[in-house]
């Protein structure tokens, strides 16, 4: 049972094709998990983008409601003031009397 070129040639053809199989799988394995760590990177890149977009709307939200707040004090203060000043005249115009 000899072989001849054309049986061994056939092996070989065989074997090539059968490590080219081997490295295909092996290749779109890889491919996978690299696949699958940038789809775990971006899901943890999206809930720090969440997180930190809630911060951002607290420290507003909490901004707005100082922001108000103020307003309303300086409404007061003017007030007071504006009473304080008629007050005055009112106190000038009795002693001019």
């Not at 007071?80 to 007050?87: E, G, H, K």
């Given at each position: 049972m000899l072989l001849d070129a054309k049986d061994i040639l056939f092996i070989v053809l065989a074997f090539c094709a059968l490590w080219f199989t081997a490295f295909a799988c092996w290749l779109i394995y890889q491919l996978a998990v690299f696949l699958k760590n940038v789809n775990d990177t971006v899901s943890d890149v999206r809930g720090s983008?969440?997180?930190l977009e809630q911060a951002v709307s607290g420290i507003r939200?909490?901004?707005d409601h100082a922001t108000s707040g103020m307003m309303l004090a300086l409404e007061a203060g003017k007030k007071?003031?504006?009473?304080?000043?008629?007050?005055r005249e009112e106190k000038k115009v009795k002693k001019k009397k």
């Open positions: 983008v969440a997180k939200n909490r901004f007071i003031v504006d009473m304080l000043a008629t007050r």
